[in-house]
């Protein structure tokens, strides 16, 4: 990544020093220099405060950061503890079960269901391995697809211990991000448009995206944002009351600050939650296993 980098610093010099502006050599290299920081440097030269829009891309990419870093923190633990027990499983129903398979067939007599069922699914996974793995693997990149968004992107807003914290941290981003643009300069439907490219869930980013079209003719930025029905009330009534005051900026700074603060306190109210939950997730599986393997004993 420094590496990377460094490249293209040097090649935006180069750009720079033979009269390009600032903005397009950046625009040049998109996976190192993200949409927003291109449009706030754009703004800031057009302006003439090319410092402040720096301090300002500056605060926002680290608050983000921040937020970012909260969220993939509370998803590590369990998923990479369901990713163990699912590898467990997997190994015990391929490797254990099947040692135990011939004594159980010795005791000729009705295997408990449970037992039947390990067993046939221990089967299962050995008679049709190649079948299950490439479903596996299409369903892995079937996430980046866009039935694959819409699908794992509606499971977020549905799951109860996913759905706070996604609509929390989305209304942090949007609120964050808005602001800064607008406080840069950057027009609001440009600004909208570019908000919806750095939404992770994409029915937020089709919100935002209708939310551009109806501001195009003439509509309030916070009438889109309550009809589609993703967004808290406080972030579309705090608007409209910003839209109607003409302080939208400082109404999104203050949304911004509110939402960091609701992510923080719902990330850690997720991992208190999960982490009795998972415990019981494994408990069963464990134990499960256990019991198909001891009540023919």
Same mark, same amino acid.
């Given at each position: 990544?420094?590496?990377?980098?460094?490249?293209?610093?040097?090649?935006?010099?180069?750009? @720079?020093?033979?009269? /390009?502006?600032? +903005?397009?050599?950046?625009?040049?290299?998109?996976? &190192?220099?993200?949409?927003?920081?291109?449009?706030?440097?754009?703004?800031?030269?057009?302006? =003439?405060?090319?410092?402040? +829009?720096?301090?300002?891309?500056?605060?926002?990419?680290? %608050?983000?950061?921040?937020?970012?870093?909260? @969220? $993939? $923190?509370?998803? #590590? *633990?369990?998923?990479?503890?369901?990713?163990?027990?699912?590898?467990?499983?997997?190994?015990?129903? @391929?490797?254990?079960?099947?040692?135990?398979?011939?004594?159980?067939?010795?005791? !000729?007599?009705?295997?408990?269901?449970?037992?039947?069922? *390990?067993?046939?699914?221990?089967?299962?996974?050995?008679?049709?391995?190649?079948?299950?793995?490439? #479903?596996?693997?299409?369903?892995?990149?079937?996430? %980046?697809?866009?039935? =694959? $968004?819409?699908?794992?992107?509606?499971?977020?807003?549905?799951?109860?211990?996913?759905?706070?914290?996604?609509? %929390?941290?989305?209304?942090?981003?949007?609120?964050?991000?808005?602001?800064?643009?607008?406080? +840069?300069?950057?027009?609001?439907? /440009?600004?909208?448009?570019?908000?919806?490219?750095?939404?992770?869930?994409?029915?937020?980013?089709?919100?935002?995206?209708?939310?551009?079209?109806?501001?195009?003719? =003439?509509?309030?930025?916070?009438?889109?944002?309550?009809?589609?029905?993703?967004?808290?009330?406080?972030?579309?009534?705090?608007?409209?009351?910003?839209?109607?005051?003409?302080?939208?900026?400082?109404?999104?700074? %203050?949304? +911004?600050?509110? *939402? !960091?603060?609701?992510?923080?306190?719902? &990330?850690?109210?997720?991992?208190?939650?999960? /982490?009795?939950?998972?415990? @019981?997730?494994?408990?069963?599986?464990?134990?499960?296993? #256990?019991?198909?393997?001891?009540?023919?004993?």
């Amino acid at each position: 990544e420094n590496k990377r980098l460094q490249d293209a610093l040097k090649e935006v010099r180069i750009s @720079v020093e033979k009269g /390009e502006t600032l +903005a397009d050599s950046m625009a040049e290299h998109p996976k &190192v220099f993200p949409g927003i920081m291109v449009n706030m440097v754009a703004a800031g030269e057009a302006s =003439g405060s090319l410092e402040t +829009a720096m301090d300002r891309v500056a605060t926002q990419l680290e %608050k983000s950061h921040k937020t970012q870093a909260m @969220v $993939k $923190k509370a998803m #590590i *633990y369990p998923i990479a503890v369901c990713v163990v027990a699912i590898i467990v499983t997997v190994v015990m129903l @391929v490797k254990v079960i099947p040692s135990y398979e011939d004594m159980f067939t010795q005791l !000729d007599t009705e295997l408990p269901w449970i037992t039947q069922f *390990y067993v046939n699914l221990s089967h299962g996974i050995i008679n049709y391995w190649f079948i299950i793995v490439p #479903i596996i693997i299409v369903i892995v990149f079937g996430i %980046k697809t866009y039935a =694959g $968004k819409h699908f794992f992107g509606k499971i977020a807003l549905k799951l109860p211990l996913l759905k706070t914290l996604t609509i %929390k941290s989305a209304s942090s981003m949007m609120a964050r991000t808005l602001s800064t643009l607008m406080g +840069a300069g950057v027009p609001l439907i /440009e600004a909208v448009d570019i908000v919806s490219n750095v939404m992770t869930n994409i029915y937020f980013k089709e919100a935002l995206e209708d939310a551009r079209e109806e501001i195009t003719i =003439g509509m309030p930025l916070s009438r889109p944002l309550q009809e589609s029905g993703l967004f808290p009330p406080m972030v579309y009534q705090m608007i409209r009351i910003g839209e109607e005051s003409g302080n939208t900026e400082a109404m999104l700074d %203050k949304l +911004a600050d509110y *939402y !960091d603060e609701e992510v923080e306190m719902e &990330v850690q109210s997720l991992m208190a939650a999960m /982490e009795p939950i998972i415990i @019981v997730v494994l408990a069963v599986v464990v134990g499960g296993l #256990i019991a198909a393997c001891m009540m023919p004993m």
